[in-house]
């Protein structure tokens, strides 16, 4: 299983990393520059409102079905017509509630309008996501990762003409950027869905209340996982828009900080996509998952750290270098937001061994903790400190929620401290972010600088022996 999970994430690796850096540093803030960071700020804050009760549309179905049909693969074509007409009756709720939770609010005219576009891309996206569930399931890794950059590759083809032309007819609308996605969604879902016949050769929608009953009430506790944590994730640029009367524009400077954060977090989700099926299978087979835990840790740790190192000592050059306004305050912000990264990742990892094992409860009572505290943090932090306020806020809260379920994990599972290994993180920890610093002295450029801390922290990972080529080769040789 351990090569499985190598070989397959240096595959989905390999195209994310190819397509998604682009979309979000050349589209993405391309976007942002061109519109300007109040209207983009606007833009911002109703693609998170999207998120907040995303889960109307999926109801933990998507995580059930993935470590279901890992399990049982047999149930694959029993379940998937009844569950895409249980699907869209779920896209109409959504989108309801939404819209009048968004007028409530007091989102009026255009605004609406825009965040109705956003709530089709999510119920699309929501499609997509389920869809590639049941490929995961089978263990099509392959195919799932051409699926997991296929939105992104025809958004970049379709925005890239529109900012680089002058087919746009004028100035660059934010409304053109959405459409686009819809589109790039649009055509994702529908080449996925033929992919799928290929494995299920008949799908009828059909309408079981009976069996739509039976699913949600199994999907219910990872609905409810998923609310809380998206909340807790989502909820920081939609305060900052709706508390300050400058909120389109603290909204537009958070979003530009979070943009790195969120093209490595786009990494490390890849991570609880190929696990969860894999940690499903190890456990329902009686198998140990702290050799797979371990090993997938490592891959987000060591890069987590010398992200964060780097990105803390070079926030002012990088800031300025991306954007055309408001560099010198995203500065400010990035240099907090960076620090969730690890926290972020490490979710990804211990979250998603504590859902293979149905420990739902449990995380839910962490996340439930999670999103008061943000929220708490947030409208204390805000009013006063604008995005800085929110980035204190989200990292006080990702380290926090993720402690606890690595706590909780190791618990469950009963995986072995290695006090050596925990002392060895924290030396990297330290020279990583000493020689980060000291790099500045150089007077090369800043990338120059950032490119050659990032080799030296790999050397000293391959001392430290965090990354160990000899066991990694090893584990490649072996028999699946």
Known sequence: MQRKFVTNLAFLLFLNLLIKPFWILGIDRAVQNEVGAAEYGLYAALFNFSFLFNILLDLGITNFNNRNIARHNHLLKKHLSGILTLRIILAIGYSLFSIGIAFALGYRGGELSLLFILLLNQALLSLILY??????????????SIVSVLDRFIMIVM??????????????????????QTIAYAITAILTYLFLKTRVTEIHLSW??????????????????????????????????????????QAGIYAQAYRLLDAANMIAYLFSALLLPMFSHMIRH?????????????FIAVPALIVMSVGTAHADALMNLLY?????EA?????????????????????????????????????????????ALNFFLIPTYGAVGAALAGLITQALAALAQMLLAHSI???????????????????????AYAGKALPQYFLIQAVLTALICIAIALILRLIRPKELLQTLRAEA
């Open 131 to 144: 869809l590639r569930s049941n490929i995961a399931g089978l263990h099509l890794f392959r195919a799932d």
């Open 159 to 180: 925005c890239g003409f529109l900012l680089w032309t002058d087919h746009g007819g004028g100035s660059f609308r934010i409304e053109w950027f959405a459409l686009t």
């Open 208 to 249: 079981n209340p009976k069996f739509a009953l039976v699913i949600l009430k199994k999907s219910y506790p990872f609905a409810i996982l998923i609310l809380l944590m998206t909340f807790y994730n989502r909820i920081d640029s939609v305060m900052l828009e709706r508390l300050r009367d400058d909120g389109a524009e």
């Open 286 to 298: 009686g198998k140990s998952p702290e050799q797979l835990t371990e090993l997938a840790f490592s």
């Open 324 to 328: 055309v306004h408001h560099g010198q």
């Open 331 to 375: 500065a400010s912000v990035f240099m907090i937001l960076i620090h969730c990264f690890l926290a972020m990742g490490s979710v990804y990892i211990f979250g998603t061994l504590l859902t293979a094992n149905g420990n739902l409860k449990q995380l839910n009572q962490i996340a439930l903790g999670a999103m008061v505290l943000n929220m």
């Open 413 to 435: 599972f009963a995986f072995k401290f290695r006090w050596s290994l925990a002392i060895r993180y924290l030396a990297f920890l330290a020279t990583c972010f000493s020689v």
